[in-house]
């Protein structure tokens, strides 16, 4: 074979060079401007040329970057969604699309429950989350794990789906948590038998322990939804395994007065007195609740006598009054718009050793609001502020306030709210900047609505443009320009005539005070 020519050579090895954008290499390749001679050039370094090693670029891939946990909950909860809960995505299709699609993810209890909120509309396809979660040698189920299941198919209220999720874990694996959102969603959905009923075949079914604290939390579920009924067969068919105590008795009391029956724990009150059992403050306070609101309801003039009647109740068998008792009262008084008997009410907390709390300061605060008395509802947010409550007058506060002030055409006052809302370090949310934009657009402020939309955009609140409607009573009403029509001469004789007549009129002698005729 013929041998090239070192000029041949080296073009051949620019060719082959230029292909590829290598700086490396290309440094490598001796070149010289001059003419090139005819002798053989030493080629020793064009030998070593395959030792050198190629750039990243060439040589692998560049692998992506891993996703943030926000970016991989969205994902998954976007394939989940993906899967119509239909008799085709079993549980265990769903498990190894999963697994094909997101091979090297080690599952955390944040990611689980950032899936499960936003997988709301997924339904029983979350049962193949569940199986892919098993399957992950990483991943290992614990109590609030399941707890997280519970609550999402309790929502639903697919509790099926919620047994078969805490029958996957071991047994060993739930606890209180578990046990809890269990309850609850029972409870909240209606079920009161069918949460007495977990109760009871919680350890034979679940492995979750039978005890007295688990008793309580099942009561005090079953009580503030006002199934007293439901409780009070419970704790007594239950009688001799776990015996009641004093703050299960207050618990019942409280159930049977959220149900409104008051005769009921009056009953109760007196079975327990009758059994040697002390009944709280707390008990008490469920009581006058319910004395309040059943006078409301009927009689609001007897709102006082029946009050004052359980406060002598509470002070015959020794019971304190405490800031909750007050709050009570406060508040009842507050929705039958007898502010000022609160007022007098708050001021008279020291006698029994009580100071208000946020809640009392709140409730007084939006009733002032209430009766357009602005000005002393900003002086009770100082005086909050100046009790160590500040921490209270949180974003929901605030907008409680501009609610009211809204509501009642406060407009200019609600605007210094909001501008006192944010001197607090309370930034405003959507809901916020479009109730004070409605509000101005239908007073026809439309500048100062625009103004307050520009701030939302700059802060970056995810406001969006609407159709307002403009109150007709604040409509600037066109005057009536008046026709320059030429008075006729019936019309020019009747004015004169009238202007006559009131000079005729004002020469006439009035006759004097006592001169008068007396009729």
Request: proline letters at 6%; charged letters at 25%.
């Amino acid at each position: 074979m013929r041998s090239l020519k070192p000029l041949q050579l080296r073009r051949l090895l620019l060719r082959c060079v230029s292909t590829s954008s290598s700086p490396t290499l290309q440094t490598l390749i001796p070149f010289s401007s001059t003419k090139p001679t005819h002798q053989i050039p030493n080629t020793s370094h064009f030998l070593s040329l395959p030792h050198f090693s190629l750039p990243k670029s060439f040589s692998s891939s560049s692998s992506p970057p891993p996703l943030d946990e926000s970016q991989l909950a969205q994902s998954i909860s976007s394939h989940l969604l993906h899967h119509q809960p239909d008799s085709s995505s079993d549980p265990l299709s769903v498990a190894q699309s999963l697994q094909s699609t997101f091979p090297h993810v080690n599952p955390t209890p944040s990611l689980l429950l950032s899936v499960l909120n936003l997988s709301a509309e997924a339904g029983r396809t979350v049962l193949g989350f569940n199986h892919w979660l098993i399957q992950n040698p990483n991943f290992h189920h614990t109590d609030d794990t399941l707890s997280y299941f519970v609550d999402y198919f309790g929502r639903r209220k697919d509790f099926k789906a919620a047994h078969d999720v805490i029958l996957s874990a071991p047994r060993d694996v739930a606890g209180p948590k578990t046990l809890a959102a269990s309850i609850d969603r029972l409870v909240r959905a209606g079920r009161p038998a069918q949460a007495v009923s977990f109760f009871e075949k919680m350890e034979e079914d679940y492995g979750l322990k039978r005890d007295k604290a688990a008793l309580r939390l099942v009561v005090e579920k079953l009580c503030e939804n006002g199934f007293a009924s439901n409780a009070e067969k419970m704790v007594k068919g239950l009688v001799n395994e776990f015996f009641p105590d004093e703050y299960v008795c207050d618990l019942l009391i409280k159930g049977w007065c959220v149900d409104g029956k008051l005769e009921e724990a009056r009953r109760l009150a007196g079975e327990m007195y009758r059994g040697g059992f002390e009944i709280g403050t707390s008990a008490f306070n469920a009581i006058l609740d319910c004395v309040c609101k059943l006078c409301r309801k009927k009689d609001p003039f007897r709102l006082h006598s029946e009050a004052e009647q359980i406060l002598v109740d509470m002070d015959f068998h020794g019971v304190p009054r405490k800031v909750e008792t007050f709050n009570v009262l406060i508040t009842n008084l507050c929705k039958i718009r007898k502010t000022d008997d609160a007022l007098n009410l708050f001021h008279r907390m020291g006698e029994w050793g009580c100071s208000p709390n946020e809640t009392t300061f709140l409730e007084l605060i939006r009733s002032l609001y209430q009766a357009a008395r602005v000005g002393e509802g900003d002086e009770m947010i100082d005086r909050m502020k100046s009790a160590g409550f500040g921490e209270a007058l949180d974003k929901k506060a605030y907008f409680g306030f501009l609610k009211i002030l809204c509501g009642i055409e406060r407009i200019d006052h609600a605007l210094s709210v909001f501008k006192k809302m944010k001197e607090d370090g309370c930034e405003p949310g959507v809901k916020s900047y479009d109730l004070l934009m409605g509000k101005l657009y239908a007073h026809n402020r439309a500048d100062r609505a625009t103004a307050l939309f520009n701030e939302a955009q700059k802060k970056g609140v995810p406001v969006t443009h609407k159709t307002y409607q403009v109150d007709p009573k604040y409509l600037k009403k066109p005057k009536a320009k008046k026709e320059n029509t030429r008075e006729t001469l019936p019309e020019k004789m009747a004015r004169k005539r009238r202007r006559l007549k009131q000079i005729r009129l004002s020469f006439v002698k009035k006759p004097k005070k006592g001169m008068r005729r007396a009729y």
